[in-house]
């Protein structure tokens, strides 16, 4: 006999698509996969949401914490949610009976866990999700960081104060290390947080820019210290994913700014991939391209404490991966870090008549020492850049705990739990 209850209502999740962001963060944690997206909107299935909560405290901006009672039969579908602009209100009581549905009728978070499709894997296989080890709580002896102080209906204004080329690579390739300053505007920041900066102008839908989210490369107590300013390392996207040519909007504007210029920015976001403060703590950093702005920011900030000779700091180790060597933010200054401080290691994928290497195959040349910072309860690991590298290294930090004979479950699981193991790829 079939023992299932009807269910005539829910509580449908959705994305509130006025505040988000578009920075991924809520996809990539879904672990049923429940979030997907197109170019406008991040929006929510409701026949796999099992209202697990786990994407809620990650949102940066609070846009995913929204649910609304809807019969299940006219449950919006992610095509409807992908035209939005705005949330739809509430249906009324009487929107709601005029459905059918009395006040007895009993509201169900949204669809049921068993109805969940799990991930394809082959026979005897479980599949390997990376996303499942980063951490969504911070190193316990992080900083408070403070987060939205400036929402997307309310942001404030910078000036560009700075504003330079720090690759050695033409146009086609350049990254910019931009400079903002907020004036007399408190925007308190820590290491490994974010903002987010608002094109000017509108889409190819006569719709205002939604913001583009840019990791802080600068420590927080400014770029130049004392001051209230930040720093950003910007790529320009030239083509996309696929390779296809395509000037990306909010990129191009960033890196065509003028010292003296104005621009929109909200935030700051972040309250989990943050740095330990607690002396001898290590750092792990392993990064691509721009994904070292907040290595960049974490590294000075230890910089900054050692030349204060208050502050006895563990291990610093990068891993740090471009297509070149001239694609590589900052390659100039890295060199001039004492080895004593810092232990670098590059990877490049593209040096001509050079076999390709990444971050990943860096890490596996100096497993030996990785593998005493992955037993140290005192290490933090942070990954940062594109969304492919992420797979590769996590299972790059499995092999060297398992051939290491060391159990990865455990390990891994320890490394997230106590906030050690961050990772932010986009
Ligand atoms: C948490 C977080 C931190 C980020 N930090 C940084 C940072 O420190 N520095 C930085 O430069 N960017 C960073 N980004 C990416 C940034 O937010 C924008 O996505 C990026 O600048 C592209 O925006 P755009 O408006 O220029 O391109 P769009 O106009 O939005 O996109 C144009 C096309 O290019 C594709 N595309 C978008 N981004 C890329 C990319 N990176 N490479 C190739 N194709 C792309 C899009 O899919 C689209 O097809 C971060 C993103 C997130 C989520
Ligand atoms: S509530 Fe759980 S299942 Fe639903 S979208 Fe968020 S993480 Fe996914
Ligand atoms: S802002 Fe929140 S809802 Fe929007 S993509 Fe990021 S995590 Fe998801």
Not at 89 to 97: D, G, I, K, T
Not at 108 to 137: C, H, I, K, M, R
Not at 408 to 424: M, Q, Y
Request: aromatic share 8%; proline share 8%.
């Amino acid at each position: 006999m079939d023992m299932a209850v009807e269910v005539k209502v829910i509580k449908q999740h959705l994305i509130d698509p006025e505040i988000c962001i578009r920075c991924n963060t809520c996809e990539a944690t879904c672990p049923v996969g429940a979030i997907t997206h197109d170019d406008r909107n991040y929006v929510v299935r409701a026949d796999i949401c099992n209202s697990c909560m786990a994407c809620i405290s990650p949102c940066p901006t609070g846009s995913i914490d929204n649910w609304r009672t809807m019969p299940t039969a006219r449950a919006y579908s992610i095509e409807e949610q992908l035209t939005w602009d705005e949330l739809p209100a509430e249906l009324s009581p009487e929107q709601l009976e005029a459905e059918g549905l009395s006040a007895g009728d009993e509201v169900q978070l949204q669809a049921a866990a068993s109805a969940v499709p799990q991930p394809p894997s082959a026979p005897g296989e479980v599949a390997f999700n990376s996303a499942q080890y980063g951490a969504t709580t911070p190193p316990w002896s992080a900083a408070h960081a403070y987060t939205n102080l400036y929402p997307p209906k309310a942001p404030t204004t910078a000036t560009v104060v700075g504003n330079f080329n720090c690759t050695e690579a033409g146009y086609e390739n350049q990254t910019h290390h931009i400079v903002l300053d907020f004036g007399s505007m408190p925007f308190p920041v820590l290491e490994g947080q974010s903002i987010a900066i608002i094109p000017p102008g509108v889409d190819a839908n006569g719709k205002p820019h939604f913001a583009r989210q840019y990791s802080i490369a600068s420590p927080r107590n400014g770029e130049r210290p004392g001051y209230n300013n930040i720093s950003l390392t910007v790529k320009r996207v030239l083509e996309d994913h696929h390779g296809n040519p395509v000037r990306g909007v909010c990129s191009n504007y960033v890196c065509d700014l003028k010292v003296g210029d104005k621009v929109q920015v909200i935030g700051p976001f972040g309250n989990s991939f943050l740095m330990p403060n607690h002396p001898k703590s290590h750092i792990v950093m392993i990064c691509t391209g721009t994904g070292s702005a907040p290595m960049r920011a974490m590294t000075e900030w230890r910089r900054r404490l050692r030349k204060s000779g208050k502050f006895e700091g563990g291990k610093l180790m990068l891993f740090f991966g471009a297509r070149t060597q001239q694609e590589l933010p900052y390659f100039g200054p890295l060199q001039t870090l004492p080895k004593d401080f810092i232990d670098i290691n590059f990877a490049f994928s593209r040096t001509p008549e050079q076999p390709k290497r990444y971050v990943q195959d860096a890490m596996r040349d100096r497993k030996a020492d990785l593998v005493e910072l992955l037993k140290d309860g005192q290490s933090h690991f942070y990954v940062c850049g594109l969304k492919s590298m992420e797979e590769g290294v996590v299972l790059a930090l499995r092999d060297v705990v398992t051939e290491a004979g060391l159990d990865w479950d455990t390990i891994g699981a320890a490394l997230k739990r106590e906030g050690r193991l961050h990772l932010e790829t986009y």
